[in-house]
């Protein structure tokens, strides 16, 4: 039975090679759509990565930040932010005293000497304290913002300037959920070429064996002999094309990175391809066998139903 079984699946394989080659033009041009259509999805999740690192700097720039009036003592201050960095929205508080304000003013402001001299002619310190907030989740800084407005020292608060960052963090958040959006779409499309491109393959390999098959199904061939070797040369197409894929992609990974981390600072793009390699080789290959036994699936069906 074992031995049977065994004898079986090498001949559906065997039968399934040989349509490959043996429709070697057709095979050649197959393969080399889906191998486009593999750099294409490869090259879909290089920007997915990309732009996830872009998107993630600019949340890491994006705050919320207290500032309090002069009134506000340090003790008070201090509670609100401890307060703060008790809510499990946040991530960290900063807090940073009038002093300190000023101190970072004159250092951005080294080069105007017309800043510096009105600094020196003020009798007071004009600036105030405040605390500088950062949220896990961009999502959350207006429930964080509601979250100051009901604090026992709201009084003390002068002005919270999520409102004025509040169109730059809507944003940040739509260029996220739109590289996901428009990223599946293309996704999609590019999967549906292929299918399109090797059911066409694999129709017409069946068109042109019809006598073969017509002969198998008279000497008692189940749909399942009939059926196989068509899926094993859907499955090969992706093979190759996988492997192919791969083997263009990462040379131009490699010379697109250093290129990439000038736009984008401490991103490697052959660094985590490179970190990646056997779970990006194999999903390369998953994703081209599951497109080509797809494929050939659907063009059985549609064969085995005339």
Known sequence: MHYHLKETLKRIFNTGWLNFVRNSYVSFGTTGVMTLVLLLFAGLMSLNFLSTKVVEGLQDKVDVSAYFKSSASEEEVASVKIDLE?????????????????????????????????????????????????????????????????????????????????????????????????????????????????????????????????????????????????????????????VIAGALFYPIAYFLSPKISILIPGVSLIGYFGSNFFSFIFLLLLVGVLIGVASSYIAIRKFLKV
């Open 86 to 242: 008790k809510n499990q929205l946040v991530k960290n508080v900063l807090y940073i005293s009038k002093d300190q304000a000023l101190a970072d003013f004159k250092k951005r402001h080294a080069g105007d000497p017309l800043i510096q001299e009105s600094l020196a002619e003020l009798d007071e310190n004009p600036l105030q304290a405040s605390l500088n907030i950062k949220a896990n989740n961009p999502d959350t800084y207006a429930e964080i913002v509601k979250f100051l407005e009901a604090n026992k020292f709201r009084s003390l608060i002068d002005k919270i300037n999520y409102y004025e960052n509040e169109a730059v963090i809507k944003r940040v958040e739509g260029i996220s959920g739109g590289i996901k959006t428009w990223g599946l779409i293309a996704t999609l499309l590019l999967a549906l070429i292929a299918i399109l491109v090797t059911f066409n393959t694999i129709r017409l390999t069946i068109f042109n064996q019809k006598q073969e098959i017509e002969i198998m199904r008279l000497v008692g061939g189940s749909n399942w002999h009939v059926k196989a070797p068509y899926l094993v040369e859907g499955a090969i197409y992706g093979v190759f094309a996988a």
